[in-house]
Structure formats: structure tokens, C-alpha cells
């Protein structure tokens, strides 16, 4: 079946302007998950979703990084006023449930801000 | 905290040859410990995992790993190598203070593996 599929492959913005990422889980999953991965170094976890709830935003580094799952699919990253320091790999994995162990992974959106 | 350390940023190998992948982990009580491998423009695929039991763990394509609790190590091994194992490597661990029985994980900083022919 489709795996995780992410959207843009690739995306290039401004300083300063908004940012939306998209995450498209495998069909059943209710868990979601987001990390950052920069060059060079493993991904970092960003935020949890339990259906449609976030229930561990704790990695996201500042308000201007937000993400939504409303109907408890698919799933939307945003990043306001973006800075060059927010340039990196965001992943989206996805698992059937809470306790599953294995996370399914996208292949990212590589966001370069210039 | 918990952490993962991988002492490599690269491991090179001929083709044939056993492979070993180093990981580390430091965490407060029972370690549930993960490696994923990542290929070129694809996402983390996972690999294989720790939770309990068995300290030799078997995975996908042939991989396997071998938990020691005294040596704090989770290193990955392949009895032979292929030039098709070569891509980038990260151990994880799942973060269990802040988790709430989901699988928020910690990664390494990966090793990328080189099979040369």
C-alpha cells in the first residue's frame, strides 16, 4: 500500500515569509509525528499527535512553529516568519497506534530559506 | 537525559566482509532501542528493535543487533556485506521520562556505511 507521503519535495522561501508542510499518514495510522532533521545530524523530534489532538508539542522550538491534524489524518506543519536557521529536512512518520513501536517515515520536505 | 551516541560518522566496508555499527545509549531505567537506516532521497526505514527478551535482536535484510546492558551498547551487525547496504545509519532510543507510552524518540547522529566492492 502508499506509504507516508510528504508535499513539497522541496520547498525554497524568503526570511520572513510563511511556510506550509504537508504530511499525508499511512490510511488507519492515528499516530503522527514530526521531526527536524539538519545537516549532519539525526532527526528531532517536533510534535505527537494522538488522532487529532497534539499531545507533546514540546520540541517545537518557538511559537512561530505550529501544526495541525484536524481531521485526524492528513497533517500541516507551519512556520511563520521563517529565519535561515529553520532551514532543514522536516520528516513525518506515522504508526497504527500509540504503543506501536515501528514509525513509518515520509521522505521529507527539504525547506531552504534564504 | 536520554541520549545515543554513535561514535563513526562512517564505517567502510568491503563487500562480503562482516559489518559492525557502533551505538551507545544512556538512559534512566529500561532502554527500548531502535535502528533505522536511511537511503538516498527515501525516508527512515526501520530496521529492527530492542524492547526485551533476546539480547541478539534479527531484523530486516539480514541485520541484527546485540543489546548489552553492562557496555550500555546496541551495535548493529551484518555476517556479510553488500554494496547495496551502503546509506546512512541512526540508532534512537524512545525518550521514556517525557514520553506517555508513545514512541517519541531520541536519534543518533548516524553513521553512514560505505560497501565497497
Known amino acids: 500500500g502508499a506509504g507516508v507521503s510528504q508535499t513539497p519535495s522541496n520547498k525554497v522561501t524568503e526570511k520572513g515569509k510563511y511556510v506550509e508542510l504537508r504530511c499525508d499518514p499511512i490510511?488507519?495510522?492515528?499516530?503522527l509525528y514530526w521531526y527536524r532533521q539538519s545537516l549532519g545530524q539525526g532527526p528531532e523530534f517536533l510534535i505527537y499527535?494522538?488522532?487529532?489532538?497534539?499531545?507533546?508539542d514540546s520540541g517545537l522550538p518557538n511559537d512561530r512553529f505550529f501544526a495541525v491534524r484536524p481531521e485526524g489524518s492528513v497533517s500541516t506543519l507551519k512556520i511563520q516568519r521563517t529565519e535561515r536557521g529553520d532551514s532543514a529536512v522536516y520528516l513525518c512518520?506515522?504508526?497504527?497506534?500509540?504503543?506501536?513501536?515501528?514509525?513509518?517515515f515520509g521522505p521529507g520536505t527539504r525547506l531552504t530559506v534564504t | 537525559a536520554q541520549s545515543v551516541a554513535q561514535p563513526e560518522d562512517q564505517v567502510n566496508v568491503a563487500e562480503g566482509n562482516p559489518l559492525t555499527v557502533k551505538c551507545t545509549y544512556s538512559?534512566?531505567?529500561?532502554?527500548?532501542l531502535f535502528w533505522y537506516v536511511q537511503y538516498p532521497n527515501r525516508g527512515l526505514q526501520f530496521l529492527l528493535k530492542?524492547?526485551?527478551?533476546?539480547?541478539l535482536v534479527k531484523g530486516s535484510y539480514g541485520f541484527e543487533a546485540e543489546f548489552n546492558k553492562s557496555q550500555t551498547s546496541f551495535h548493529l551487525k551484518k555476517p556479510s556485506a553488500l554494496v547495496s547496504d551502503s546509506a546512512l545509519y541512526f540508532c534512537?532510543?524512545?525518550?521514556?521520562?517525557?514520553?506517555?507510552?508513545?514512541?517519541?524518540?531520541?536519534f543518533g547522529a548516524g553513521t553512514r556505511l560505505a560497501v565497497h566492492p
Open positions: 538512559v534512566s531505567g529500561n532502554p527500548y
Open positions: 512518520a506515522s504508526s497504527f497506534q500509540l504503543t506501536s513501536y515501528e514509525q513509518y
Open positions: 490510511s488507519g495510522h492515528t499516530a
Open positions: 530492542y524492547i526485551t527478551g533476546d539480547n
Open positions: 534512537a532510543v524512545r525518550d521514556v521520562i517525557d514520553s506517555g507510552g508513545y514512541n517519541k524518540l531520541i
Open positions: 499527535f494522538q488522532g487529532t489532538g497534539a499531545a507533546d
